[in-house]
């Protein structure tokens, strides 16, 4: 680490601790994660890691929304001092958290550091999906909005992509990365987005597209100043001059780079990830005829375990020197250690490229697995679902009929009880009607004989009483014309009496039948035959048979009687005869007797001549009902 690099964490330390003991006297975990956001807000994210350290203990006193706000300020602190991250079971546990709460630039953060952890962990698929998630919860109409966090990620999104050799991704990505820090009017990210634009267009050997995008960074790191800044990012342009043959460009972008960046240290050495210098010092010595200064250059690049790709420019640099002086040994030499060099460097880059392109189809094929099973689970609950919804609307139903059945049989009940009453009524009213009917007889033959009587006394006697007895007379003739009218009257009343009696005594006797059939169709034998018919094999035991014979004469004494007195109707007739009554088809019938369906027709007729004394089939069952009050 540079001296100034020290003397930076050692101010981040003092910043800290400082910062510690004030949220100490607090004790509020309010301040101390409010403290820790605004150090990293403010760059200090070695501040904040230190004070994140020392105050673990306290995280076992939070609650749940401050312990997942404490972990997510300590990824993004890990990942500011550039930690790498080892695990992702932490970050799976803050962002599952916050998917269901806290805001939308919580949920940004959680994936883009989520994304930032599989990046650590070189699985390219996981780390630019959690990216692109993190996106997705950006709202950048509004104000508030984290541009920041947005910008990062599209950069380090970009970076993932500049690795896998997906350029025209990698600068699509930075260019939106340049935008969001713009909005925000963060320069120095935007400039050093920028500058990787133009490493992917030199890629792309678009060399032009890439000098005319430094021009314009080198504008604007000079126009606020950043001179430092702009001498540590040129080396490329550098790059671009040489390849064009602008050596005078070449050599200030290089003299600028010695004596602006500060990467030099006091021994006048470069740190091994900034090496690259040299490689192009090289090349400006090689080109102007240099040789010895162009070798020193490229030997100056060496360093112990140094990276494949500096191997490959420092070899071939100096196989380019020894070409020059055509010195055979040498070329022969740095031939051999420039091939090793660029073979080991394209192995790494293949190894790393197959390496994630297994990691990818591995996570396709996961993300295929997880598709099927969530795609499995949603059939499963669906289908749980239809049957709950299913067993419900049955339940219902079963519950609805069983309720209307209650109450048509309690309608029932009061129905027949009404009849019943209105049957009694019509009888007492009958007796009645024919009490006062012969009461009414009774008093018409005591005035006619009364009259008479007196009719037999007067008769004789002077005239006065003639004219008596022509009243008498008289009123013998009105009274026979009353008593005509009345027993009229009586009997037109008798008639609705009877008449209602009747229909009252019918409609008990059709409400005792269906009760009956009713009964009969619910006994045990009756819904075996029911639960046989229409089987394939539909067959009676002959104890079945007998009982169910018996029952039916239990509940048809009379009709089974008649059966058994017709004598032209057989066993097998007065099994039909069961059956018919039951309601089964011909066909079921038939199965059951094991005979002809015609056969069935045969029976019908005979049993119906027998009973009624017709011959057709068809009308057996209405007869059977009108005599013997059948209702199935």
Not at 264 to 280: I, K, W
Not at 365 to 381: D, G, N, P, V, Y
Not at 496 to 511: N, Y
Not at 573 to 579: A, H, R, S, T
Request: glycine share 2%.
């Amino acid at each position: 680490m540079s001296f100034i690099h020290k003397k930076h964490h050692l101010i981040s330390v003092i910043i800290a601790t400082l910062a510690f003991v004030g949220c100490r006297h607090t004790n509020a975990n309010d301040a101390l994660l409010t403290r820790i956001e605004q150090l990293l807000e403010a760059d200090s994210a070695y501040a904040a890691s230190f004070l994140i350290e020392n105050t673990k203990e306290q995280v076992e006193s939070f609650d749940k929304a401050h312990q997942m706000r404490y972990l997510l300020l300590q990824a993004e602190a890990k990942n500011k001092t550039w930690e790498p991250f080892t695990t992702d079971s932490v970050m799976l546990q803050v962002v599952a958290y916050y998917d269901k709460h806290g805001t939308n630039n919580d949920r940004l953060l959680a994936n883009y550091l989520l994304g930032c952890v599989y990046r650590d962990l070189n699985e390219v698929p996981k780390a630019i999906e959690c990216y692109q998630n993190a996106i997705v919860y950006a709202d950048t109409l509004s104000k508030d909005c984290d541009f920041k966090t947005l910008s990062s990620t599209y950069s380090q999104m970009a970076d993932v992509f500049h690795r896998q050799l997906a350029i025209s991704n990698a600068i699509e990505s930075r260019f939106k990365s340049v935008y969001y820090s713009l909005c925000i009017k963060d320069t120095l990210n935007a400039l050093y987005d920028l500058i990787h634009i133009t490493a992917d267009y030199i890629m792309q050997n678009k060399n032009d597209t890439a000098e005319a995008l430094f021009m314009k960074a080198k504008t604007t790191y000079l126009k606020h100043g950043y001179l430092k800044e702009w001498a540590k990012v040129s080396l490329p342009l550098a790059h671009i001059y040489l390849q064009s043959g602008r050596l005078n460009d070449a050599k200030e972008i290089l003299d600028l780079y010695k004596v602006e960046s500060g990467e030099f240290t006091s021994e006048g050495d470069l740190p091994p990830s900034e090496r690259m210098y040299y490689y192009y010092e090289g090349q400006f010595y090689k080109i102007i005829g240099r040789l010895d200064s162009a070798e020193y250059a490229f030997r100056q690049m060496y360093y112990p375990k140094m990276e494949y790709t500096h191997q490959d420019a420092m070899y071939r640099g100096l196989l380019d020197v020894f070409r020059q002086r055509n010195n055979m040994d040498s070329i022969y030499m740095y031939t051999l250690l420039y091939c090793q060099a660029n073979d080991s460097s394209v192995a790494v880059k293949d190894r790393e490229i197959i390496s994630n392109m297994n990691a990818a189809y591995k996570y396709n094929r996961l993300q295929e697995e997880a598709f099927k099973q969530r795609e499995k689970a949603a059939a499963t609950l669906i289908w749980m679902i239809f049957f709950i919804a299913l067993a419900v609307t049955l339940l219902i139903i079963s519950f609805s009929i069983w309720v209307i059945f209650r109450r048509r049989k309690r309608q029932k009940q009061a129905e027949l009880e009404r009849i019943q009453r209105e049957l009694e009524e019509a009888k007492a009213a009958y007796s009645k009607e024919i009490n006062e009917l012969c009461l009414l007889e009774a008093t018409h033959q005591k005035v006619i004989k009364l009259i008479r009587n007196e009719l037999d006394t007067s008769q004789g006697e002077s005239e006065m009483y003639r004219s008596k007895y022509e009243d008498a007379q008289h009123r013998i003739v009105e009274i026979n014309e009353m008593y005509e009218e009345n027993i009229k009257i009586h009997n037109e009343e008798m008639e609705r009496v009877k008449a209602r009696i009747e229909d009252l005594t019918r409609k008990t006797g059709v409400s005792e039948s269906l009760d009956t059939a009713k009964s009969f169709r619910e006994t045990t034998i009756v819904k075996r035959v029911l639960y046989l018919a229409g089987k394939s094999k539909c067959e009676l035991s002959k104890v079945e048979w007998e009982t169910l014979i018996r029952v039916f004469g239990q509940f048809y004494p009379t009709l089974l009687s008649d059966l058994h007195k017709a004598p032209t109707i057989k066993d097998n007739g007065v099994k039909v005869c069961i059956l018919v009554i039951i309601k089964l088809r011909e066909s079921d019938i038939a199965h059951f007797l094991n005979v002809r369906d015609t056969g069935i027709s045969n029976y019908k007729a005979e049993i119906n001549l027998a009973l009624f004394n017709e011959k057709s089939a068809r009308s057996l069952f209405k007869n059977l009902e009108q005599r013997y009050g059948l209702f199935a």
